[in-house]
Structure formats: C-alpha cells, structure tokens
C-alpha cells in the first residue's frame, strides 16, 4: 500500500517555512526521505528509524510518529535550491521492500 | 568516486524487442535495486537484492528479469518490451538492507518503447 504525502503541490517565498507530511496505513519500521530535481536522480535527506533514531542531514529535521504511521519532514527558512519533489519511502514488517508515496511539488519562489 | 553508474542513459526500443540496463556501484555496498519511476508516480520497487547471491521480487516484477553478477554489478533485462514499459529506470544501492541505510541512486536510464 502506497503511503500517502501531503500536500501534493507547494509554492513558497524565499525564507518561508513548509512541512510535508507522509501517512502510512501499515505499521513502519523506517522512513526515507528523499528530494528530486527534474532530471536528476532522487539524492537521500534523512532516515527516522522505529525507535527514535534519526540519521539525515543537519539542516533539515523531520518527525516519525509510529503509532499515528505518520512521518513528517520540515524545511525550515526555505532557500531557492530546495525546490524539488520530495519523496518519502516506507518500510513495513521488516520486509526491507520500500514504497515510496507519490511525491510532494515544491517551488520555492525569490 | 563515481557512485552508482547506468548505462545506456536513452533507449528507444520496439515492442518485442529485449535488452538489458546495466548499473554498477563503486562504494561496496551490499544491496541493490531496482525502480521505475512513471511520470507523476513515485518510485516503484522492480527487483532488489540484498547480498551478492540473492535476488528478490519488489512490487512490480512482471515483464523483467535481473541478474546480480557480482558485488559490483546488478543488470535488469526486458525480454520482450512492452509500450507499458516506456518509464525512467533508477538503479540504487546500499550498505545494507533494511530502514538504517540510506540509498544512492544512478542518473537515470529513460526508455520509451514504440
């Protein structure tokens, strides 16, 4: 079951912030976070693990809330470069199999 | 340190014809995938492997084969190309499998099939 990003589109200023959101209906063991630039290839953000350990990169923070299968990740004073889609991959059951959701659009406008 | 390479980077095939992605990783890691990405969707699980060795089904395997031939090297092949096959294939790889590790993915092989 693909896990569900909201919102499916968003369109910031420079220096504004933005959450993203990615709701499961299974149980999770992990969460991937990725970003993708047209063209390109998905390059890793941050990784939340069942347990609260967190691994990704300094400047940007997300949550994992295993009872609610939710995960959310923050941008925070959004700069031009963080324009993307942005992907969140889940793990269930210990299956090591990820699904990725469907992607949230983000623009970030000067 | 080139990471994780595809070749080719464009395809064009007929329908019914075969041929095979080939992606190779330079940073020792264990696991290996394989996704398609369709425009607008995220990424689709093909076929992944854990270990040199192992290979395993992921979420949409009809229609493709793989092959870990090393360590280093894990190819995908179509036997027979379907126009529902026109996608962007993505190659990743990681230390491990399972949630703590992360993966890098290749630049990307687009394929359309006529």
């Known amino acids: 079951q693909q896990p569900v990003q909201s919102p499916q589109a968003v369109i910031l200023r420079e220096g504004e912030d933005a959450v993203i959101n990615c709701s499961s209906s299974k149980a999770l063991y992990s969460v991937h976070w990725y970003r993708q630039k047209h063209g390109e290839a998905p390059v890793f953000l941050m990784i939340l693990l069942k347990g609260g350990e967190q691994k990704g990169h300094e400047k940007i923070s997300a949550s994992f809330n295993e009872k609610k299968q939710q995960s959310s990740l923050y941008l925070t004073a959004s700069q031009l470069s963080y324009s993307g889609t942005y992907f969140c991959g889940t793990e269930s059951g210990g299956t090591y199999k990820y699904i990725f959701g469907t992607g949230t659009r983000l623009k970030v406008l000067a | 340190n080139a990471g994780v390479t595809q070749t080719p980077k464009f395809q064009v095939l007929k329908t019914g014809q075969s041929m095979t992605l080939q992606c190779a990783q330079d940073m020792n890691h264990n696991s290996m995938y394989w996704y398609r990405q369709d425009p607008g969707m995220g990424l689709r699980l093909i076929y992944y492997?854990?270990?040199?060795?192992?290979?395993d089904k992921g979420e949409v395997p009809n229609g493709y084969n793989v092959s870990r031939l090393n360590k280093r090297e894990f190819s995908l092949r179509l036997e027979s190309a379907a126009p529902s096959q026109t996608s962007v294939y993505f190659c990743?790889?990681?230390?491990?499998?399972?949630?703590?590790?992360?993966?890098?993915f290749g630049p990307g092989t687009r394929l359309t099939v006529t």
């Open positions: 492997s854990a270990s040199e060795g192992t290979t």
């Open positions: 990743a790889s990681s230390e491990g499998q399972g949630g703590g590790h992360e993966q890098y």
